[in-house]
């Protein structure tokens, strides 16, 4: 399983866009990258995912670059409830076991 | 949201007994899993399961046991149950078909303390 490296923890304000950047140097050819988001008290919820270039849908966007050895999870705009924890994944082809780190832990604040 | 429901939700029990939490699906899905959420350590798998009677560990197996004699259901035992055993535990399913199968769907939870 590809190694995956994010920040602990990030603060943003209310209308802010809020970018994660997760490092995954030693990932595989097939491997597919995953995000999904917690909130406190409750089991995670997928948010994306992709392969290359760029992913969008009406949560968040994914910028994977062309090396594919990092990934950004952008989400426009943030409000209170977005405050969560945030895990990066990378997913091996056909393989359905997920290992989820520590995520990082965004704040937004009023 | 996908059906998926946990029994019991909470439970407080002595070191000791055993106990079996209940993971029920209305999706089909094929794929079911078992994690513990604990402080410091984030979701770790502890068994999954790929078909009915198919099973196979996570990270964090000793000390549990699963079962699944059906789709619909996947029981976690903890066989003796040890204060280090006290978390929170998630079930999720997956249809485990192409990229698709990357997306888990998670229950409610089920508090378990130890004492």
């Known amino acids: 399983l590809a190694k995956t490296t994010q920040p602990i923890s990030m603060d943003s304000y209310e209308g802010q866009e809020v970018n994660i950047t997760c490092s995954h140097n030693n990932i595989a050819t097939n491997d597919y990258i995953t995000w999904y988001q917690q909130f406190p008290s409750q089991g995670p919820r997928f948010i994306i995912q992709g392969y290359k270039t760029k992913v969008t849908n009406e949560v968040a966007s994914l910028f994977i670059p062309a090396d594919r050895k990092s990934s950004t999870l952008s989400l426009p705009r943030v409000s209170l409830s977005d405050t969560a924890v945030y895990y990066c994944l990378v997913a091996p082809f056909n393989d359905y076991k997920l290992s989820f780190g520590a995520g990082t832990t965004v704040t937004v604040r009023a | 949201d996908a059906g998926i429901t946990q029994s019991p939700r909470h439970k407080v029990t002595e070191t000791g007994t055993p106990v079996t939490l209940r993971c029920h699906q209305t999706e089909n899905h094929r794929y079911m899993y078992w994690y513990r959420q604990d402080p410091g350590h984030g979701l770790r798998l502890i068994h999954y399961?790929?078909?009915?009677?198919?099973?196979d560990k996570g990270e964090v197996s000793d000390g549990y046991s699963v079962s699944r004699s059906k789709t619909e259901d996947f029981l976690l035992t903890l066989e003796s149950a040890t204060s280090s055993q006290t978390s929170v535990y998630f079930c999720?399913?997956?249809?485990?078909?192409?990229?698709?199968?990357?997306?888990?769907?998670f229950g409610p939870g089920t508090r378990l303390t130890v004492t």
């Open positions: 399961s790929y078909g009915v009677k198919d099973t």
């Open positions: 999720a399913i997956s249809d485990g078909q192409g990229h698709d199968g990357y997306e888990q769907y």
